[in-house]
């Protein structure tokens, strides 16, 4: 892996407090800061690779994909958003109509004349590139169990393009199949979106072990940069109980920033458009905000 650009010059993060010097306590139960923003990239490139992974459906992971990036791009950065679910959810999600694509990241990866470049569209949000996916992508499971190292189709397809970008960010499919590994293999960091529910918690156990195998056989400088909880009530003692549970079992890999529960965010997916931009000023736009930040300074991204 190539080495990310310097970031030197990053404030450390301002513990918060009352007037009355006691600390304020986030809601992962830990003391609450505030995360400058990040110092403007002087160069950019190469990128440093993120997979959004959970096998479990439904935790926001694509939604946390998109104001991610968004997020990151407002700070300055080259993003490039990689579908890689067949669903194509992430390439709606930037208003792209995935099933009239006749290039997507399933020609990168399947037909050598195709470059990784032939396949990218810009998108409506400045500082964001997007490698589409449509239902094509799902024969590629198929067809690349009888390919020569198999597990590098996507790595190889990203380093074509690594020095174009800062941040690469590779939504992926809500399975543990040979794409997803693809995904951990080209990948220098994780980032797990886990939602304040019980049965998620469960599910995380198998994806840290698949993480645990891609380190020890494929791609020994795969880390997770970190676990962020997300549709969050916390009006409910449950969503309490389970960040406490997420913080015992990860501890300081879990983001201070969570993601609150909002009816903003689908109504942002309809429109096809980051809620950083549909509704600039709402909690959930700050809280993406915070998130980047956070990442930016835990060394997630340059």
Known sequence: MGETPDREGSEQPTE??????DAIMGPTGRPKHE???????????PARVIAMVNQKGGVGKTTS???????????????????FDPQGALSAGFGTSPHELETTVYNVLMEREVTTRDAIVSTHVENVDLLPANIDLSAAEVQ???EVAREQVLDRALRQVRNDYDVIIIDCQPSLGLLTVNALTAAHGVVIPLEAEYFALRAVALLVDTIEKVQDRLNPDLEIDGVVVTMVDLRTLHAREVIARIVEAFG???FETVIKRSVKFPDATVAAEPITAYARKHEGAKAYRQLARELILRGGSP
């Open 16 to 21: 918060l407090f009352t007037i009355y010097g």
């Open 35 to 45: 995360f400058a923003d990040p110092v403007p990239l002087s160069s950019h490139g």
């Open 65 to 83: 994909a998109i104001n991610l990036g968004a997020a990151l791009a407002e700070y300055g950065r080259r993003v490039l958003m990689v579908d």
């Open 144 to 146: 690349l169990v009888n």
């Open 252 to 254: 300081e890999k879990v």
